[in-house]
């Protein structure tokens, strides 16, 4: 019996970096929690002296990716992301997708967050950058420096806070699509 869906499986070679990254995750972040044991998050990442963020963290979930161009080959996005949120509004966070080919993908990031943006106290702004992998062969080549399936990238965020934990997020994914999804802050 598996806990995870066939794409997620170790089974296929070029799925092995995935369980390599996550290891690497954990490792890394081991020092933050012997630190602090209610952080999963590197400490180097907060702002020191910042006050505490005002929720734990948020998890979205992405049904809807709208593709710049169209092509057959593009199938149906799903993402589902975690972030734990610091002092200084700033955050670390992990994203397990189906990129635009159907390849089970990650993203791990680290980024800011600007609230209130163009006066608007509900209106924010995310931006991160991390590590991508997932874009494997044939479709190595669809994300800029792709080196064995990992690559770095950049995701701004904007996004509309209509209650105290729900939020609509609109995430630019460079010249590839644009991505639709909820967050729930917890």
């Known amino acids: 019996m598996t806990f995870f869906p066939m794409p997620f499986s170790i089974r296929h070679p070029h799925q092995r970096p995935l369980l390599a990254l ?3 995750l954990c490792l890394a972040s081991a020092p933050a929690m012997a630190e602090k044991s ?24 992405s049904p809807f990716t709208h593709h710049w161009s169209r092509s057959p080959e593009h199938k149906h996005v799903v993402l589902v992301a975690l972030d734990e949120q610091l002092p200084g509004d700033r955050l670390c966070g992990v994203s397990l997708f189906s990129n635009s080919f159907g390849q089970p993908s990650v993203y791990v990031y680290a980024g800011q967050q ?5 006066g608007m106290p509900k209106l924010f702004v995310k931006l991160t950058a991390g590590i991508l992998y997932g874009y494997v062969k044939p ?4 994300v800029p420096l792709n080196h064995n399936g990992f690559s770095p990238a950049i995701i701004p965020v904007v996004g509309y806070q209509f209650t105290q934990h729900d939020s609509l997020q609109l995430k630019v994914l460079g010249n590839a699509g644009l991505m639709v999804s909820y967050g729930r802050r917890f």
């Open 22 to 24: 996550a290891l690497l």
């Open 38 to 61: 209610d952080r999963y998050c590197p400490s180097f990442l907060a702002v020191e002296g910042a006050p505490e963020p005002t929720h734990r963290g948020e998890i979205s979930f």
């Open 114 to 118: 600007f609230n209130g943006v163009l």
């Open 139 to 142: 479709y190595e080549d669809k």
